[in-house]
């Protein structure tokens, strides 16, 4: 119900936007992006109402990503801007009706496959 796409390998200081399609009744739910690095646990990168009118966003990408979404297109997207080689891994989108904070505790009812981001010279 969750299909993230546009990740792929960049060079450091390049941007990316990804794209998160969802279909049903998921998409009046907060989203939130996360990410998943080899060895590592899956963290929140940042989340937006269902509305598009707040967002919530992980201190580590502050300033460089957005999170925005066009509910008649029923996506989400993750600008991403200023990536580092830091910023490798693993994107997710994910969907919950609980709001920002629940999903900033890497819960959510609805989980995308994911797609790779590497940033790399």
């Known amino acids: 119900q969750l299909v993230e796409s546009g990740g792929g390998l960049v060079q450091p200081g390049d941007s990316l936007r990804l794209s998160c399609v969802a279909s049903?009744?998921?998409?009046?739910?907060?989203m939130g992006w996360f990410r998943q690095a080899p060895g590592k646990e899956r963290e929140f990168v940042g989340s937006?109402?269902?509305?598009?009118?707040?967002?919530l966003d992980a201190d580590s990408v502050k300033g460089r990503f957005t999170i925005s979404r066009d509910n008649a297109k029923n996506t989400v997207y993750l600008q991403m801007n200023s990536l580092k080689p830091e910023d490798t891994a693993v994107y997710y989108c994910?969907?919950?009706?609980?709001?920002?904070?629940?999903?900033?505790?890497?819960?959510?009812?609805?989980w995308g496959q994911g797609t790779q981001v590497t940033v790399s010279s």
């Open positions: 049903g009744r998921t998409f009046g739910y907060t």
């Open positions: 994910a969907g919950d009706s609980r709001g920002h904070y629940y999903l900033k505790t890497i819960r959510a009812d609805f």
């Open positions: 937006i109402s269902s509305s598009g009118s707040s967002t």
